[in-house]
């Protein structure tokens, strides 16, 4: 089995530009969260979904960072605009629904390292 | 107030002797999870071992166990047999509540494996 897919791994882009990670969760996951991580904040909860709607996206910055998922299979995080502040590293964790004995383990894709400029 | 406070920002160990990684937790929910990931110098969050708040044992994971004592509220990660692939960043965390609740991370622990 495939794990949570990331993409892209590595992006540099310049303050004022947008944006766009992208997130594939493992198949049949339903549970879909967003993390950053920073050496100043450790890592934070971003926002998470469960059946493609969000449920609590009360971590996310501010307006600049906008959150979707389509569809059961792909979310994206976009940024616009960007801010060297926003520099980090981006993990898409995703886990399965409770089912008897389950303790939720989030399965956490390669990460993003995002470099504002 | 943190909910997850590891205290030690960095820990050496020699190779093949054991090392504990504190991690202590603050939460009023009866219903919890407490959960290690090591984070090597790739950056993947790699999951290594889980307890929950009703588990009465202590949860082993080949050479990690978790020494978990709930009136102290620490989750402790023992490493036997240290190896120098253990070598990593070491994160505590904690899942409130009985449902599927986003995880609160401690700030971590830098362990080196010394040869």
């Known amino acids: 089995d495939a794990g949570v897919i990331q993409s892209p791994r590595h992006e540099v882009t310049e303050m004022g530009q947008e944006v766009t990670l992208r997130c594939k969760p493992i198949s049949g996951h339903d549970y879909l969260f967003w993390y950053r991580q920073t050496m100043m904040r450790g890592l934070e909860l971003l926002i998470y979904f469960n059946n493609n709607v969000p449920i609590d996206d009360s971590g996310m910055p501010e307006d600049r960072f906008s959150a979707k998922m389509p569809n059961a299979s792909f979310s994206t995080l976009k940024i616009q605009p960007s801010e060297p502040r926003d520099s980090a590293v981006y993990f898409c964790?995703?886990?399965?629904?409770?089912?008897?004995?389950?303790?939720?383990?989030?399965?956490f894709g390669p990460g993003t390292r995002l470099t504002v400029t | 107030a943190q909910k997850i406070t590891q205290t030690q920002p960095g820990m050496f160990v020699q190779e093949k002797e054991a090392v504990t990684l504190d991690c202590t937790y603050d939460?009023?929910?009866?219903?919890?999870?407490l959960f290690w990931y090591k984070q090597p110098s790739s950056g993947e969050m790699i999951f290594l071992i889980y307890?929950?708040?009703?588990?009465?044992q202590n949860a082993t994971e080949g050479r990690y166990s978790l020494n978990f004592q709930k009136a102290r509220k620490s989750a402790n990660l023992v490493i036997s047999a240290s190896q120098l692939g253990d070598s990593a960043m070491y994160f505590c965390?904690?899942?409130?509540?009985?449902?599927?609740?986003?995880?609160?991370f401690g700030k971590g622990t830098r362990l080196s494996v010394i040869a």
């Open positions: 965390a904690m899942r409130e509540g009985l449902g599927n609740t986003p995880l609160v």
């Open positions: 939460t009023s929910d009866q219903s919890y999870g």
């Open positions: 307890q929950g708040s009703y588990d009465e």
């Open positions: 964790a995703s886990s399965l629904i409770f089912r008897q004995g389950s303790f939720y383990e989030q399965y």
